[in-house]
């Protein structure tokens, strides 16, 4: 008894003290459980589809959403079937979720969407948060976009924005309205999506797809589908159940579209796996995929749990790939719609490149820094139409709270850009279109996500890691299409801008336009449209007998001085392509049979370059980038006609010529090879060609000259010649003038044909004159008599100037009428022959003459070799130190050949500097100072011509 009273006196205190601790925890508990509000919940939900039915109207979801904001609020949530989601309409708002909350945050909502098209999540732009995506983040970030990485690829955007360009002037040409507006109707937003498909495909794989080919067609078809999927609305994401059904088909169109862009990808990774091979390159390839490849094949299985490697790079490649094309094709289009719907602030932003660009050549990207309203219309066009304007979706992974109010694990957020982007608190007139906002009060802006008020490529962990990528291809492609075409709207009313919906908000209505060439309108100041043409006096014909003092007094090179439509005169015998190429590869003009083959000779350049250089055969790759432009062309006309302005200019009529020249080639002559070399087309150290200019010619099939945008790049532009041309001539060694003639009159040509055979000289008075120019330090002739030692000569200083207009004569100027026109291909002929065989009739014989010309038939074009400078080398075992250390040279050659046994054989490899970095002028230099000191007596022909065009 008196142990029971004393146990009851000991627990009695005891029991109590613990009653009381469990209901103050549970008081405790209960205060905060009621402190904790839940966030709003809009009104209007539905059993088992919650607010899905909103959803689906006419309006786009971000407006449905925008209006709900101002109902309840910047913080509210909604039911979308089973899942719980917050949308969020405040910068105030999107700050605390991306900086308080950025990890909470940083996952992303599962899809059947993702799992069947993602690679089950392995899209790392899609995948849920943890090791794998913190793992492929870090290559992405440090090794794929990084600053330096971009800076690399910075050629490939500039060639590929100048190559779709030249298919705007193409199609101008080709197409361009009748009625007189001389425009032609372009669809911005499929030229857009073009441009940005090959500049990311480019980039990814190292492959260029021409648009208009089959694979080209099949590209633009399966990337289309699979992103047009990728945003699709699946129903059993939202109600599970409804998965047996596959309610709309989306599942199997999913799997249909998953497996042809597998194999696509799948087939570039194959391919840059087997040029690592052959190049025997471990690490460190230009290309995102080569940089893919060569990290995570050395990675651990531990750091990517559940994929092998080669899913991994394919799904990451995908995930760039649908990062970077629709959200800045979107943009460009937005932009541009933007800015033809505002026609004073178009006209700002061209006279802000006028100012600081000019007309005389293309937008650089060293040119952006300096175009501060175009950054700000740039800025302007995000903010309005943000490419993901309900941004990605974003999955809690755990509790927290958010403006005060509870938010549960597992609830999807959605921060509505398009709301806050248009929040009249901060923006004044946010519906409307003002560029100046961001020169002004909002200056300090940018979209690199460290301002909530302006976020278009999101903020915090899962922030759009290609933001650098896109602030360079942006403002570069905008500033060339602005900067160099007139644009308008079909009727010249408003553009439509009514948006689809989809994983972005694209324009629902193609972009039609009018275009026209903008920088044809002022090219060059006070002297109009100008062919420039600089003669390199080292690189003369016959350089054997470069002193003889007869050759420097009439240089055969300057007749196409004068003549420079000659250029198209002698072109080819055999029919072909009604256009033809001066690219890197400049074609053979003459044998329909003679196909050299790249792989042999290349072969032979390769092994004489390594030799030379002390190289190993095996560490060299060639670019196929260089090796893609061969191209050869061939032409026949019966008529060529040159055009300035409205005015006509037969300037060479050929009715029998496809005949002559077959009988000379069956003879064996060489004279068709002479009239090549010589008289179409003589050796020129460069040709520079300011502004757009038009040389249009007539005959079996319309042809434009089509030269290449510059040196450096692969996409090709035709040069469009107007009226008022004028032939300028700088620092020429000699400039040989020939008066003007009446081309097409019969008359008294058979009377003085006799005088043609016995006296070749007053021949060349009978070629029409272009009006010229001649500044610099230079010898001008003019022959006055049919005596060749007699003529006239003026010798100029570099701060003379003498123009010599076409209605002058400028010999035999006593004489009213003009003798023995040169109306055929064999009186060319055996005009060029007497030439050269005064010239050098006591050095060499005719015969000889001939055979020189013939081994002479050379070619130049640019070579890019990438060189493996360490593939012996085992110092460098780790990421970090490989990271610092280069593995891979590129070296740039300049390359003549010529001719031989019907294969080419090279003659002369120089190193040069490299395309990237280059501009056309220095380019132009450049090759304009080419040394060729190792073809003593070779006859560098029309083929050494380096064209350098600034538009």
Known sequence: MVFHFSFSTITTPISIFVVFVILHILRRKRVNILNKKAAPQAKG?????????????????????????????????????????????????????????????????????????????????????????????????????????????????????????????????????????????VDMKQWFGNLVLNVMVMIISG????????????????????????GAFVVSDFIPFTSLFDLGGYEKEMKIAGKEMDDMVEGWLNKRKREKDTAKQREGDEFFMDVLISVIQDASEE????????????????????????????????????????????????????????????????????????????????????AGPLSVPHESTEDCIVSGYNIPKGTR???????????????????????????????????????????????????????????????????????????????????????????????????????????????????????????????????????NPRIQSMNIITMIVVRINLLLLFLSHAIASPRFNLSHFIYPKFSEEFRPQPSLFLKDVIGAITVSEHWKLEDIRVSDFEIGKVKYGRLQRNEIEFMLGNKKDYVFSMWDEVSLWKRLKGRGGNFEVLANQVASRAVLGSVRIDGP??????????MSLVMPWNMSHSGLKRILVGEDITVEVKNAHEVSLFQTSSIGQQANVSAHTEKCDLWFFPCLTCMPL?????????????????????????????????????????????????????????????????????????????????????????????????RNIRSNDTRWTTMAEWRTKPSVEHVCFEVVARIERKRLKPLVFKK????????????????????????????????????????
């Open 693 to 702: 200019v038009e040389l249009l010619v007539s005959g079996d099939d319309e």
């Open 207 to 230: 492959k260029r797809f021409e648009l208009n080919d089959e694979e080209g067609v099949r590209l633009q078809h399966v990337v289309r589908k699979f992103f047009e999927l990728l």
């Open 770 to 866: 272009l009006p010229v120019r001649i500044s610099g330090s230079a010898s001008v002739v003019a022959f006055k008599t049919q005596n060749p030692r007699a003529y006239i000569a003026s010798n100029i200083l570099s701060e003379d100037v003498i123009e010599l207009l076409p209605d002058k004569c400028y010999s035999r100027h006593t004489q009213k009428t003009q003798q023995c026109p040169i109306e055929s291909l064999r009186s060319w002929i055996r005009l060029v022959e007497k030439i050269l065989k005064t010239f050098l009739l006591d050095k060499i014989s005719g015969a000889r003459v001939k055979a020189k010309i013939e081994a002479s038939t050379a070619f130049r074009f640019h070579l890019e070799l990438e």
């Open 912 to 951: 040069i500097k490299p395309f990237v970095g280059v501009d056309s002028s220095e380019w132009g230099s450049l090759m304009s100072n080419m040394s060729f000191t190792k073809l003593s007596s070779v006859l560098v022909a029309p083929e050494a011509l380096t064209l350098d065009v600034n538009w």
């Open 413 to 547: 957020l959605l921060v509505n850009l398009w709301k806050m982007h248009r929040d009249p608190n901060i923006w004044s007139d946010p519906y409307e279109f003002k560029p100046e906002r961001f020169l002004t009060s909002q200056k300090h802006i940018d979209v690199k996500g460290k301002h909530f008020e302006l976020l278009p490529f999101g903020s915090g962990r899962r922030m759009c890691p290609g933001v650098l990528f896109a602030l360079q291809v942006l403002p570069l492609t905008l500033a060339n299409v602005i900067q160099q075409f007139v644009i308008t709207s079909p009727s010249n009313g408003p553009i439509d801008m009514s948006e689809s919906t989809g994983l972005t908000t694209s324009k629902a209505t193609p972009l039609e336009v009018h275009l026209a060439p903008r920088l044809s309108l002022k090219i060059s100041g006070k002297w109009g449209k100008i062919i420039l043409v600089e003669i390199d006096p080292s690189v003369l014909p016959l350089r054997k007998f470069v002193d």
């Open 303 to 386: 750091d990517f749990p559940g994929y092998d490697h080669e899913t991994i790079i394919k799904a990451t490649c995908l995930a760039l790939l649908s990062a970077g094309f629709d959200t800045t094709s979107v943009t460009l289009t937005w932009a541009l719609s933007l800015l033809l719907n505002n026609p004073n602030t178009f006209k700002a932003a061209q006279d802000e490149i006028d100012e600081h660009v000019g007309r005389e050549r293309p937008v650089e990207g060293s040119d952006i820094k300096n175009l501060v309203y175009l950054d700000a219309i740039i800025k302007e066009t995000l903010r309005l139409y943000p």
């Open 45 to 185: 939900a539905w059993p088992i589809i919650g607010h899905l039915h909103l959803l689906g109207g006419s309006q786009p979801p971000q407006q449905v959403l925008g209006d709900m904001a101002d109902k309840y609020g910047p913080i509210f949530t909604i039911k979308l079937g089973i899942h719980q989601v917050l949308v969020v309409s405040s910068s105030e708002v999107a700050k605390e979720c991306f900086t308080i909350n950025d990890k909470v945050f940083a996952s992303r909502p599962k899809s059947k969407t993702t799992e069947i098209m993602a690679y089950n999540y392995a899209m790392f732009g899609l995948a849920p948060y943890g090791n794998y995506w913190r793992q492929v983040r870090k290559i992405v970030m440090t090794e794929v976009l990084s600053q330096r990485r971009v800076e690399m690829l910075r050629h490939v955007q500039v060639s590929e924005i100048r190559a779709s360009l030249s298919d705007i002037y193409e199609a101008w040409l080709v197409n361009k309205e009748s009625d007189g507006s001389n425009m032609v109707k």
